[in-house]
């Protein structure tokens, strides 16, 4: 058993019927090609190997990818390819070298220190992905399927909820872990398939522009943080409310300005090209 490194913000499943009831959720199929971020001991790796066509772990612990090399080094598997360890920090995985083996499921156990990071790493990749199912803070999980008018919606929400469909799929005890972390949590999945509102966006960074601009400064109403971004004559030609507060807009709503921005700025670009 390995003994948790505090600055990698580790904190080992030990109970194999959570990470039974995880590989359940997520339904693995004989075809499918598995990236797990932070194998750890293996205790989630160990539901896949064997099931799918392949498992890429990816552990940043030189003494985890040690352990895991022996846990999971069976002639046949090895044989097979079934599985294959990589000893990288997967925020600096290049995640094109899964380009060969169509849409990959992401799934994990990760530091939840980096959640945000990863979750943005996956967005930025979804060509490449089918969903990502990890295990978060309850609390994050909860922001990221907030609707509009509370508190929880967020910066986090309206990107997953524009990119993917997020649903919680059960909530997790601090008792499954060591060491026991100080919050409860949550494995959420991000189907990214059926992130049919991003079929609408004109732009993908425009719009995250747009979104972090607005809810870096959630208290003040759109006229005066979009104002750090465009000029008084364009937004005066936006037909939308302005007087509205990022968190009273829908992610939808958030589409149709970032789109009405965009092609007021590509409509000036012409008249001053003339």
Same mark, same amino acid.
């Given at each position: 058993?390995?003994?948790?490194?505090?600055?990698?913000? @580790?904190?080992? $499943?030990?109970?194999?019927?959570?990470?039974?009831?995880?590989?359940?959720?997520?339904?693995? @199929?004989?075809?499918?090609?598995?990236?797990?971020?932070?194998?750890? =001991?293996?205790? $989630?790796?160990? @539901? &896949?190997?064997?099931?799918?066509?392949?498992?890429?772990?990816?552990?940043?612990?030189? +003494?985890?990818?040690?352990? $895991?090399?022996?846990?999971?080094? /069976?002639?046949? $598997?090895?044989?097979?390819?079934?599985?294959?360890?990589?000893?990288?920090?997967?925020?600096?995985?290049?995640?094109?070298?899964?380009?060969?083996?169509?849409?990959?499921? *992401?799934?994990?156990?990760?530091?939840?220190?980096?959640?945000?990071?990863?979750?943005?790493?996956?967005?930025?990749?979804?060509?490449?992905?089918?969903?990502?199912?990890?295990?978060? @803070?309850?609390?994050?999980?909860? +922001?990221?399927? #907030?609707?509009?008018?509370?508190?929880?919606? #967020?910066?986090?929400?309206?990107?997953?909820?524009?990119?993917?469909?997020?649903?919680?799929?059960? +909530?997790? #005890?601090?008792?499954?872990?060591?060491?026991?972390?100080?919050?409860?949590?949550?494995?959420?999945?991000?189907?990214? !398939?059926?992130?049919?509102?991003?079929?609408?966006?004109?732009?993908? /960074?425009?719009?995250?522009?747009?979104?972090?601009? /607005? &809810?870096?400064?959630?208290?003040?109403?759109?006229?005066? %943080?979009?104002?750090?971004?465009?000029? =008084?004559? %364009?937004?005066?030609?936006?037909?939308?409310?302005?007087? *509205?507060?990022? !968190?009273?807009?829908?992610?939808?709503?958030?589409?149709? *300005?970032?789109?009405? *921005?965009?092609?007021?700025?590509? !409509?000036?670009?012409?008249?001053?090209?003339?």
């Amino acid at each position: 058993m390995l003994r948790p490194v505090k600055y990698l913000g @580790q904190h080992f $499943l030990s109970d194999k019927n959570i990470a039974r009831k995880i590989a359940e959720a997520v339904n693995p @199929q004989p075809d499918d090609v598995i990236v797990e971020i932070g194998a750890g =001991e293996g205790f $989630l790796t160990e @539901q &896949f190997v064997g099931r799918v066509k392949k498992v890429f772990a990816v552990e940043v612990d030189k +003494r985890a990818v040690d352990f $895991l090399k022996v846990r999971f080094g /069976a002639e046949e $598997l090895v044989r097979e390819d079934r599985i294959e360890i990589i000893h990288q920090d997967f925020l600096k995985l290049d995640l094109k070298m899964f380009e060969g083996f169509g849409k990959v499921r *992401l799934i994990g156990n990760i530091p939840y220190s980096i959640t945000s990071s990863i979750i943005f790493k996956a967005i930025e990749n979804r060509n490449l992905i089918k969903d990502l199912t990890i295990m978060v @803070q309850l609390e994050v999980a909860m +922001r990221i399927v #907030s609707n509009p008018g509370v508190k929880d919606y #967020s910066i986090l929400s309206v990107l997953c909820q524009a990119y993917s469909k997020p649903e919680i799929l059960f +909530r997790v #005890s601090r008792n499954v872990f060591y060491p026991k972390p100080k919050v409860s949590s949550a494995v959420i999945r991000l189907d990214f !398939e059926k992130g049919e509102l991003s079929e609408k966006i004109i732009d993908d /960074a425009f719009f995250k522009k747009i979104v972090k601009t /607005a &809810f870096n400064k959630r208290r003040k109403i759109l006229k005066n %943080t979009l104002a750090e971004l465009f000029d =008084e004559e %364009t937004l005066s030609r936006l037909n939308f409310d302005l007087s *509205l507060r990022p !968190e009273q807009l829908s992610v939808e709503e958030f589409i149709e *300005l970032s789109n009405m *921005l965009y092609e007021i700025l590509e !409509e000036k670009n012409k008249e001053g090209g003339r």
